[in-house]
């Protein structure tokens, strides 16, 4: 099988020299089994057809290829000394290309201690988003203490067409105007500054916990105001984006979305990269912070009930000659946003198994290649708010970031009846 990448995972590819990895990390507590480890990732990649591939992006376009004869996940064991060494390791993978033509585009790195244990799954962008990321990991901690349970095989798409619905077509009108679109996008890249020059590998992440017991008085409190803990979040992280840069900061935050919720074909656990993105605006007159946490909360759900998704699926497809431009300008371009924040919610993934239990799991850490890399990732287990914070040094100065991350949490603080330290 030989399948183009579609836009956005060829925009996540960025090129054959460029590593864009997401790593997704578990503490686990207890005994693991090697053999069986080995074994759930064999499942695992039997599951997944992008496991039994890999990229040839020896020509212009760039193809996922199905290799018959792969080899299996590698898993790399290395000392767990202490618990930052999670994230040391996570760095060293940020800038590893998966670019051995009989190994898989996947890879566990396993941390081990003497009773505890983290593992990193390392996945290049281009085919995984949160959802893909946190199955996986479900699947590893489920296999692992289940060895003889299988897993259900699933057939890759072909093309961005085997995704719409059966009553979906594209007319004539429709085709016109994809073609104008692409013309019109090749003329606005034409204008714009654009590089292909690679940003200089001084990405960072800062990672927190909030307690488990003022997470749950956020959730009570965004609940008694009508908004969401990710409409705070992102009032409060644009506030503080204003309150450390000041009239550099543009008060937007970008928000990918879970495709799933719209395209049927692609299943909870279907690997699959590209998410469509609502950009919102902190409201510069409102003062009240849960004012602007209900009304960034209602645009959101606004734009998300607007997305037309199969519209957005099939015109991206016209855009695959102003690709390169696409990557060169987002090199470039600092952008009009403060942060892309992606929130993975409450992730649904046991605690307890057998021999084991999980602890703890970290919010995926990536290195993004691009001018603005400011990221924010959050999600929810035991009980517990995390946060990986991603920049790059060339950027948004690390310090800064602290910064913005202690003045964020004051403001969600304040904004909370007698909220403990953290």
Known sequence: MKRRLILGERIMHVDAKTPLNCV??????????KENLHRALQKIQQKHPLLQMNIDAT???????????????PVRITDRLTDEDWLIQSKTEWYKLFDNQNEPLARLVWLKG????????????????GTTILNLMREL???????????APYPSFLSVNDLMPEDFSISRLGHFKGKIFAALGRLFFFFKATSNNQVDRNNYAVHWKISAENTKKLLQKCKEENTTV??????????AF??????????????????????????????????????????????SFWAKAQLLKNDLDAKIAEMKVYDLLSMSEYFHSSVN??????????????ITLSNMGLLNIPKDYQDFSIETIYSPTVAFPWKNANTLVCSTFNGQLDFSFMSNESFLREFEAWQI??????????????LANA
């Open 141 to 151: 901690m489920t296999l692992i203490d289940n060895p003889q349970q299988n897993l």
């Open 114 to 129: 003497e009773t505890k244990s983290d593992f990193l799954l390392v996945l290049p962008h281009c085919i995984c988003d």
């Open 59 to 73: 020509g212009k376009t760039p193809y996922f290829v199905h290799h018959e004869n792969i080899s299996k996940i």
């Open 24 to 33: 997704f990390g578990a503490k686990i507590s207890g005994t693991i089994s």
């Open 325 to 338: 431009k696409m990557i060169g300008f987002l090199r470039t371009t600092k952008g009009t946003h403060d």
């Open 405 to 418: 991350k202690d003045r964020a949490m004051e403001l969600i603080k304040e904004n909370l009846n007698e």
């Open 242 to 287: 204003k309150h450390v840069q000041g009239t550099k900061a543009h008060g937007k935050v970008i928000c990918p979305v879970d495709i799933r919720r719209f395209v049927e074909a692609i299943k909870q656990d279907t690997m699959f990269a590209f998410a469509p993105i609502a950009e919102l605006k902190l409201d510069p007159i409102e003062n």
């Open 230 to 239: 990710h409409a705070a979040i992102c009032v409060a992280f644009m506030e």
